[in-house]
């Protein structure tokens, strides 16, 4: 293993402490690509037994976090951002179809937004992408997979309170 789950983790601190914006998540996921080429590095943070979701590292200072996640069978995700956050998918094992999309037209608390369909492209072993804040996405997948995930914080209390879309063509 080139690089210990541990340095990597410290590093992207670094990284977000010298630039917490969208320039410093970049270069998360540049190294995040990086690290995903290392198939020892992949077996150690996301081997096979794990689970849906498992926190590996919160950041005491920063408070964003890095899951490993092990999705098993086929799912189409809802669009959805991550509210007042972002996020950073690593695709470890398998492929995952991943879909941004415009809002033309915003949720309420009383009804559905209406979205459109930007772009669509698959995430394969070694590939990492970020959302910021409000960059509606959904992912798909046929077969199970494995993914290093950042959040800018912790979204579990969020979950499920995420607004509801429609897609129009």
């Known amino acids: 293993m080139k690089i210990s789950f541990q340095e990597f983790a410290s590093r992207c601190s670094n990284l977000l402490k010298a630039d917490p914006g969208p320039v410093g998540r970049r270069q998360v996921r540049d190294l995040l690509s990086e690290v995903l080429q290392d198939q020892a590095f992949v077996d150690a943070v996301v081997p096979e037994r794990t689970t849906d979701r498992e926190l590996r590292y919160e950041d ?20 959805h951002d991550h509210g007042p956050s972002w996020a950073i ?24 937004g209406k979205v459109r369909l930007l772009k669509r492209y698959t995430m394969t072993p070694g590939s990492a992408f ?38 129009i063509p």
């Open 89 to 112: 998918y690593g695709q470890a094992a398998g492929a995952t179809q991943m879909s941004e999309w415009e809002i033309v037209e915003p949720a309420t608390s009383s009804g559905s």
């Open 60 to 79: 005491p200072d920063l408070k964003f976090c890095i899951f490993a996640e092990h999705k098993f069978g086929a799912k189409t995700g809802e669009p």
């Open 130 to 167: 970020v959302y910021d804040e409000g960059v509606l996405h959904s992912p798909s997948r046929t077969a199970p997979t494995r993914l290093i995930r950042f959040e800018g914080m912790n979204l579990e209390s969020l979950r499920g309170a995420r607004p509801k879309y429609e897609i």
